[in-house]
Each structure stands twice: as C-alpha cells, then as structure tokens.
C-alpha cells in the first residue's frame, strides 16, 4: 500500500459563525494547508484523517459532532457581494419536492425539533452529523453498513471512498484521481449519489425547485476551485472556500417564485436564506433511502 498524504480541502470560513468577521483576514492572507499522513502505510486511517482540515481557523472536527451551547449569528453578511446568476424560478408541482426518504423526513423533523439549531462547530461534521443520527434512527445502524461493495477502489474501502467524497479530500496522487470524476468535489451530494442512496441536483434543478426538504448540499464560492478540487488539487496552492449544509425549505415571493433556500447548518449562514449569488457552485443530493 503507497505512502498516502490525505488533504482535507474544503470549507474556509464555516467553522462558525464568530469566524465571519475574519473574513478580510483570512482572504488576505497566505493560506496554507497541512498534510495528514498515515505513516503506517495503513489506508485504514486515510478516512478517519479526512476529519482533519488543514487550514487556519479550522479545529479538529470530531467524528461524533457535540452539539451543546448555539452560537448565534450576529455577524453581518460577507457573500451579498459576489455576482453570479440572480435569477429565480416558479413553482413546480408541490408533489416534485415532497420528500420520499424518511431519512429525509427525520432529518428535517430532528432539526425543526431542536433546541440547539445553530450548534457552531465546523459545518461538514455538523450536516454529517444530522445524516448519520437521521439514518440511525430509520435504519438502526449507520448508512456505512449499507454501502455497496462496487464503491470500493484500488486503493479504498467502500467507507473511506465515501469519506473521501464527502470531504472532498484533493490531491494530485492517483487515490484521489481514481475516484470517479463526476462524484468529485461534490462533497456530502457526490458522496451519497455514489452510494446509491439520493439523486443528484445541479444548480439549475436546484433554482428549478427540484429540491426535497432534507437534501444535502455542497457548494463553492468560486467555480474555478471547485474545478481544480476536482481534478485533484495541490492545497498549498489553492484557496478554496466552500459550505456544506441542509436543505428546509424553499423561500417565495407573492408571485410564487423562488426567491431563497431555508437552510439548517451550523450557525454559518443559517439566519438568512441563501440566493443564487451566493455561490457559483451548487450540487445537492435528494436523498432516497
């Protein structure tokens, strides 16, 4: 087994919402990542290190998410400047976003439930969090139970080719590049899909109204990272910043048409719905387990 040094790319700046206001800072400085390697040669441990995010302002994210005292958000909005496409949609059929995954229906019900909905923390291990507790209490195990065997790779069990999705791990080495391109740099959507257990939405479906109330998402701010991310990227190079988080509802003006998303994260972006400007990159998995 090669010597493998796993980057965990994603998220600058979702950590929390008191992170916000070093946005400036954090754009303006050199950004550099750090390497997590499995010295033993033991691809075992690749999954678990995937937890690891490198970048400044980025904590260890723990397997097991503790969602204790809520972190509320007072800062002020730092995407409303980026200028992408602004246009909305009306209605589809109410029975296209009606959810027929009861994961789907339990993660919306915990949320809607909870006393605790802006947990802070870093947001792929809070939105995994609510995946993995939601699947539990359908299923009775977590979802890795049930993953199918043809997801495994020359170099990866089922598990940790779904971790690697998920966290969208880049690096220029062939255990990145031999997963397979059109799950890469999707994050929690493109891990999922490939699983078997949802379907994709691109970023029109997703401002078409093709969304269910559960769905996972994975966006980036920047088009051309989310390019490279997928390619395979070297981090040190690359700044990229993304968000990943849960799909509530979608937000309408009087004409019926979408105007935002309502959506559950770690306290991030939560306050407010996201628009189209948000973000440049936009993929989301309907979930169907």
Request: charged content about 20%; glycine content about 8%.
């Amino acid at each position: 087994m090669p010597y493998y040094a796993l980057i965990g790319l994603m998220l600058l700046g979702c950590t929390s919402t008191k992170k916000i206001k070093q946005k400036t800072i954090l754009w303006g400085a050199n950004q550099n990542s750090t390497q997590v390697h499995s010295s033993s040669g033991d691809t075992a441990t690749a999954a678990a290190a995937a937890y690891e995010y490198g970048f400044d302002y980025h904590k260890y994210i723990s397997l097991k998410p503790t969602l204790t005292t809520p972190i509320l958000s007072i800062a002020k909005d730092s995407l409303a400047h980026i200028h992408t496409n602004t246009a909305v949609s009306k209605s589809t059929s109410p029975a296209l976003v009606e959810s027929k995954s009861l994961v789907a229906d339990k993660i919306v019900e915990n949320y809607l439930n909870s006393e605790n909905k802006e947990p802070g923390g870093h947001c792929l291990s809070v939105s995994k969090g609510r995946f993995e507790q939601a699947y539990k209490q359908v299923h009775g195990h977590l979802p890795y139970q049930d993953l199918p065997d043809s997801m495994a790779s020359k170099f990866h069990t089922p598990k940790q080719v779904f971790n690697l999705l998920y966290v969208s791990a880049s690096e220029k080495h062939p255990e990145w590049q031999s997963l397979p391109e059109e799950y890469r740099g999707k994050g929690n959507a493109g891990a999922i899909a490939y699983a078997g257990m949802g379907t994709l939405v691109d970023t029109s479906g997703i401002w078409n109204g093709q969304l269910k109330p559960g769905a996972l998402i994975q966006v980036w701010w920047h088009k051309a990272d989310y390019e490279k991310v997928m390619l395979g990227a070297n981090v040190k190079k690359l700044d990229p910043y993304g968000h990943s988080f849960i799909f509530i509802s979608y937000v309408r003006n009087k004409d019926n048409e979408i105007t935002g998303l309502k959506i559950a994260d770690q306290g991030f972006q939560s306050y407010r719905p996201l628009i189209p400007r948000d973000y440049e990159v936009w993929w989301a998995v309907n979930l169907s387990v």
